[in-house]
C-alpha cells in the first residue's frame, strides 16, 4: 500500500516557476514507478512526467518538454516536479501517481495509487 499527497501547488504568473512534490508513504516505494498527470476542467487527465522505480530514467509529454523536470529521491520517498516557464495552459489540477513496475509507465490505468491533487493556476 502506498499513499501519496501532493503539495507546492499555487498561484503564478505566466513565466514563473513552481516546484511539485509528492510524499510518499510504504517501504517498498523504490519499486513504485511514478508520474505526474494533470487535469483541467472539461478535459480528460494528461500525462506530465514518469520516471522509472531507480529515477534513472525519464519521460515527459510533448506540451511540457523543455520546460518540467521530474525526479525522485528513494531514500526520502519523495517525487518533485519542476516546473519552469510556466503557460497558461499549464493551469490544472496536478496528480502524483504511483504504479507497480519498475519502468516508465505512461497512461492513468497503468498506476494502481493516486494523491489528492494540488491545484496549479498560471494567470497571463
Known amino acids: 500500500q502506498v499513499q501519496l499527497v501532493e503539495s507546492g501547488g499555487g498561484s503564478v504568473q505566466a513565466g514563473g516557476s513552481l516546484r511539485l512534490s509528492c510524499a510518499a508513504s510504504?517501504?517498498?516505494?523504490?519499486?513504485?514507478?511514478t508520474g505526474w498527470f494533470r487535469q483541467a476542467p472539461g478535459k480528460e487527465r494528461e500525462f506530465v512526467a514518469g520516471t522509472s522505480s531507480s529515477g534513472r530514467s525519464t519521460y515527459y509529454g510533448d506540451s511540457v518538454k523543455g520546460r518540467f523536470t521530474i525526479s525522485r529521491d528513494n531514500a526520502k520517498n519523495m517525487v518533485y516536479l519542476q516546473m519552469n516557464s510556466l503557460k497558461p495552459e499549464d493551469t490544472a489540477v496536478y496528480y502524483c501517481a504511483a504504479g507497480r513496475d519498475s519502468v516508465i509507465l505512461l497512461v492513468t490505468r497503468a498506476y494502481d495509487y493516486w494523491g489528492q491533487g494540488t491545484q496549479v493556476t498560471v494567470s497571463s
Open positions: 510504504g517501504r517498498t516505494f523504490s519499486s513504485y514507478a
